[in-house]
């Protein structure tokens, strides 16, 4: 069976796996993808990592206020107008 790793250390296991020549100064250290990204590709992979991460918080962004074009009007109308104005609709 394989070895039993713990949150804490997976990401560096991930380090050891894919860069086995990474310094061992550097093994503890690596604590977040932008690390990761460091020691396995230099600076290119902290660059991809951080443009991949604003890409996606740009993507969910775009999606939130497209669900709330969609939605908001309705919403609006179902609770401030009166009954009466919205089945004649």
């Given at each position: ?35 990761l ?17 604003l ?15 969609n ?19």
């Amino acid at each position: 069976m394989g070895a039993q790793f713990n949150s804490n250390s997976s990401l560096d296991y991930a380090v050891l796996e894919t860069v086995p020549d990474t310094p061992s100064a550097q093994r503890g250290k690596i604590s977040n993808y932008e690390s990761l990204g460091f020691a396995a590709f230099g600076q290119a992979g902290k660059l991809a990592v951080i443009v991949s991460k604003l890409t996606y918080a740009w993507g969910c962004l775009v999606a939130y206020t497209v669900v709330l074009k969609n939605n908001m009007p309705s919403a609006l109308t179902d609770q401030f107008c009166d009954d009466e104005s919205s089945s004649s609709r």
